[in-house]
């Protein structure tokens, strides 16, 4: 019996590992889906205009070249480390949320500033080009803020019925 419980636990802890990665391969996959989304509206408006200053627009408004969205998914991948780091108790014990959102938030920007450089997805040096970036920037937050509460809405609302349920069972039996 101490054999099975033993296998029923690996499996467990197994499955659990799976699915942690499977959470973070999709969050991943959400920053990623935003972030090309906005980056494929910007060209659409302003790609032609940018394609000698940014190698994120080098095709124009004809589309965004395969190296930028392969550096755009290692920057999501990135960015849903920072989120990690920040937002699980594993890491950071003792820290406001606020504090953990001004820390995640500072990280990225940092990070997509490295990144800007040395993918020269836009002239580090040049402020509009920055505020440009702050905007985007700025959208896909709020964007990926959206996101989150609405999930986080329906999976309160499944919990709560979740419960509803159980305690309607629970009120059944004697």
Known sequence: MSGLAGCRKAWLSDMKEKKNL???MAQAMIVFGIAML???CIGCLVGEEARGLSTMFALGGKGIPSNTVLEFMLVS??????RFLFFSDAVIRKM????RTIGM??????????FAYFFG???????????????????CFVAGVAVSVLKEHMDNKQLEEGL???KEKQAEEP
């Open 105 to 114: 938030l500072a990280s990225v920007i940092v990070l997509i500033g490295l």
């Open 164 to 166: 509803r349920h159980l």
């Open 77 to 82: 991948v990135c960015i849903t480390a920072i």
């Open 96 to 99: 406001s949320i606020a504090m």
């Open 121 to 139: 997805w836009f002239p580090v040096d040049d402020p509009r080009c920055w505020v440009s970036f702050l905007v985007s920037f700025g959208i």
């Open 38 to 40: 906005v980056v494929a």
């Open 22 to 24: 499977l959470d973070y």
